[in-house]
Nanobody, 114 residues
Framework: HVQLVESGGGSVQPGGSLTLSCAAS????????MYWVRQFPGKDIEWVCI????????TYRAAVRDRFTVSRDNAKNMLYLQMNSLKPEDTAMYYC????????RGQGTQVTVS
């Protein structure tokens, strides 16, 4: 079965950086488009970025473009999200997912910027 395990979250000051990681298993990771999604308290999940199966194409929502960078290592079944210039409005639970809506996602990792 699909298993996604996120790590790397934490508390940082505005302007700081974090790198999130996601270990994937139970499916053919190398052929899957992968997503990072996030959820603010009491809000619906929103997509943050998507990366092509080969890692050559990535798309970001406007709010994080030029600050976040998604990458992947298909040999290790790993997905990453480098987050720079973090803002308080980035505070959320972050998940890696196999779909844009986060229906199949991990347990999440909390990012707090304050």
């Amino acid at each position: 079965h699909v298993q996604l395990v996120e790590s790397g979250g934490g508390s940082v000051q505005p302007g700081g950086s974090l790198t999130l990681s996601c270990a994937a298993s139970g499916f053919d990771f190398s052929t899957a488009w992968m997503y990072w999604v996030r959820q603010f308290p009491g809000k619906d999940i929103e997509w943050v970025c998507i990366i092509h199966k080969d890692g050559e194409i990535a798309t970001y929502r406007a709010a994080v473009r030029d600050r976040f960078t998604v990458s992947r290592d298909n040999a290790k079944n790993m997905l990453y999200l480098q987050m720079n210039s973090l803002k308080p409005e980035d505070t959320a639970m972050y998940y890696c997912a196999t779909d844009r809506n986060g229906r199949t996602r991990g347990q999440g990792t909390q990012v707090t910027v304050s």
